[in-house]
């Protein structure tokens, strides 16, 4: 493995909330996305959801109050509960998932993550 | 939970080599650290060892290779993988490790981490 260059992997990353996968961690997927607009509401039943803005600023939206999340920092969703992750511009996250997880919390609606 | 500001936490590490925790996921602790000069040899062999470079940059001595991480990079060394990582000066590190993992691979001689 050689060290993976953020920036050089998202320019790779074609389209908005589709999170390109450039590692592995212990059974994760480490991930790289570009965001903009808001996501839809969802929670992940069974793990954690690692945010870490690389670039720009998020606001993740939680029931009852909104936590926004700016470049250099992190947030770590806890399982089980309901979010919504929203960029009023373009922003680049990491993101780390167990690999197979959902990003939209159901597999019906998930988008098939790229490694890259 | 609050965004967590890596820099500001950067701020609040007293010490080169000793990882403070400012981040829990699915069981792992997510930590900063200040590095500089040489850390010991080394595996965990029950679980990888993610590195981020924030600041700065490091070598990651393998046995039969070194792999240069700048700022903007990771690396994942694998579970079981001898390695030790250099900094020539001194570099900002984002960690994540299973919690419990000793920082040196061995619980005599690891550091206790501190939460912050």
Known sequence: MKAVNLAEKLVQVDAHWHPHIVAGYNGNDVMVVR????????????????????????????????VTVREGELYVVPAGVEHRPVARSEAHLLLIEPAGTPNTGDPATAVRKVVI
């Open 35 to 66: 965001v903009e607009g808001a996501f839809t509401w969802h929670s992940h039943p069974e793990t954690d959801d690692f945010f870490l803005v690389l670039k720009g600023e998020i606001d993740i939206e939680l029931r009852d109050r909104s």
